[in-house]
């Protein structure tokens, strides 16, 4: 018997009784992944990242012994990868989004609350890397939608700590779909539409067994963006953290902590009249 995330309280005896219910409820599946936010199910730490010669380059240590202040490079989503939502995200997906959303958060376990900020010094972009470079024994290459963060002590203590004793190996996007294809390997001619996608983008696929044992999956061509997370386990596993560096505070920065806490509730009573 068959059972998916799709139709979890319903068993297929055949793949072929489960591509027909697919087929039959394609729209409104296609609808419900729309309308609800996609998440995971889910020293300093080097994995690393190629320059442009594709050499491998690793994050320069700081002399700083007790850094308050750290600077990371985080692979929040790969494409070209079936996980385990049954989705496969192809490149060119964030383009859009990228261009258009301000103020993206760095979260703890998708919670968006003010204690499970990380970081709200976000930069946002994409890379085209070699799996290889990120760390996994996969052929040809990814695009990888990276964050730039700037992660402060202050903000979210735990996972500052997490991050700067290297334990945050994997990571999650916050996202909505907004361009979503079905794709099924099947033969009926009922399911022509559907195998055709399937064709157009299998050969992109690196896991390319889940594919095959499965028999469908979503293609995913457009989403936005809305946060990223550090997590335990993504529904995509190749999301590390490609490299932290601890930073020193500025003269005024360390100036503004040695300020009397009198002083800095003046400043606050000032600045709220």
């Known amino acids: 018997m068959i059972v998916v995330k799709e139709f979890p309280n319903k068993e297929f005896a055949t793949k072929e009784d489960l591509f027909t219910a697919l087929r039959e409820n394609k729209s409104t599946l296609i609808a419900q992944k729309k309308g609800q ?24 240590e700081n002399e700083s012994s007790d850094p308050t202040k750290l600077k990371a490079v985080l692979a929040i989503n790969t494409t070209n990868l079936l996980d385990s939502h049954g989705d496969v995200h192809l490149k060119g997906i964030w383009k859009k989004s990228i261009s258009e959303q301000k103020n993206v958060l760095l979260l703890q376990e998708h919670q968006m609350k003010f204690d499970k900020i990380i970081s709200d010094n976000v930069t ?27 992660i402060d002590k202050d903000r979210n203590e735990f996972m500052f700590k997490q991050y700067a004793k290297g334990y945050v190996k994997e990571h999650s996007v916050g996202m909505r779909y907004v361009k979503i294809e079905m794709a099924i390997n099947s033969e009926s001619k009922y399911d022509s539409e559907e195998k055709a996608v399937w064709d157009k983008y299998y ?23 809305i946060e990223g997370s550090a997590v335990v386990k993504g529904s995509n596993f190749a999301t590390p953290t490609i490299s932290i560096e601890a930073v020193k505070d500025t003269p005024i920065e360390q100036e503004q902590k040695q300020e009397p806490a009198e002083v800095t509730q003046t400043v606050i009573k000032r600045r709220r009249n």
């Open 37 to 60: 936010n996609k998440e995971s199910d889910s020293t300093f730490y080097f994995v690393g990242v190629e320059t442009e010669k594709g050499e491998v380059v690793k994050a320069e």
């Open 124 to 150: 946002v972009s994409t890379k085209t890397m070699s799996w290889k470079s990120l760390g996994y024994d996969l052929e040809g290459n990814t695009e990888v939608l990276m964050f730039g963060a700037e």
């Open 203 to 225: 050969p992109e696929i690196v896991n390319k067994d889940l594919a095959d044992s499965r028999g469908y999956f979503w293609a995913v061509t457009e989403a936005k963006v």
